[in-house]
Nanobody, 125 residues
Framework: QVQLVESGGGLVQAGGSLRLSCAAS????????MGWFRQAPGKEREFVAF????????YYADSVKGRFTISRDNAKKMVDLQMNSLKPEDTAVYYC??????????????????WGQGTQVTVSS
């Protein structure tokens, strides 16, 4: 497994931008599909985006498509989430997660076996 630490959360006005980063430890980072999830107060954790091993196979939740961009740097063992045009409904704790190491894309949240501690994103109206 990998250990994950998120950073970059904060308070931003609606329409603004934030960039979240996730630093991973472990020798096999490139073997993991990396994802971002979020959980708003009183709601279940929901999928935001994931990115495949070499930066391909990128998927987004419909709610963030066109506004958020996920990227990874395997040499630095980092995965980022650029969030633009933020809305109050994007307010949540954002979690970085890793799925693998196996040679298939995740299909369930439970495929993600390693999780960070989360970082708070608050979007004011």
């Amino acid at each position: 497994q990998v250990q994950l630490v998120e950073s970059g959360g904060g308070l931003v006005q609606a329409g603004g931008s934030l960039r979240l980063s996730c630093a991973a430890s472990g020798r096999t980072f490139s073997s993991y599909v990396m994802g971002w999830f979020r959980q708003a107060p009183g709601k279940e954790r929901e999928f935001v985006a994931f990115i495949g091993w070499n930066g391909g196979n990128i998927y987004y939740a419909d709610s963030v498509k066109g506004r958020f961009t996920i990227s990874r740097d395997n040499a630095k063992k980092m995965v980022d989430l650029q969030m633009n045009s933020l809305k109050p409904e994007d307010t949540a704790v954002y979690y970085c997660a890793a799925a693998g190491p196996w040679g298939r894309l995740p299909t369930e949240t439970t495929d993600f076996g390693s999780w960070g501690q989360g970082t708070q994103v608050t979007v004011s109206s």
